[in-house]
């Protein structure tokens, strides 16, 4: 009833910037917390950014001054703006939101996108 679409990962230069884009879709309610993970190849899935429905927000201290989580709440959307990226960077990021769907109202439930992989290359 709910899906999470990431896009705008690829390939980048070290130094290099990269949007990462999370459009929810179905029927939505609220979008509570929102939040970007990512997974890199043999390491666990880990925080990267937090974002509250009033666009409070909070980073991994790795991403502090480099990445910046944004909202928009009336496309359902959230981003990722990451500048000055690094090898250790490269990942497959995903997108996490708690919804309120109508179905499920007035209780949230946790949804997942599918992953975009971010490559940096040296």
């Known amino acids: 009833q709910v899906q999470l679409v990431e896009s705008g990962g690829g390939l980048v230069q070290d130094g290099g910037s990269l949007r990462l884009s999370c459009a929810a879709s179905g029927s939505i309610f609220r979008i509570n917390n929102m939040a970007w993970y990512r997974q890199a190849p043999g390491k666990q899935r880990e925080l990267v950014a937090t974002i509250t429905s009033d666009g409070s927000t909070n980073y991994q201290d790795s991403v502090k001054g480099r990445f910046t989580i944004s909202r928009d709440n009336a496309k359902n959307t959230m981003y990722l703006q990451m500048n000055s990226l690094k090898p250790e960077d490269a990942a497959v990021y995903y997108c996490?939101?708690?919804?309120?769907?109508?179905?499920?109202?007035?209780?949230?439930?946790?949804?997942w996108g599918e992953g975009t992989l971010v490559t940096v290359s040296t």
């Open positions: 996490n939101a708690n919804v309120m769907s109508y179905a499920t109202f007035p209780r949230g439930m946790n949804y």
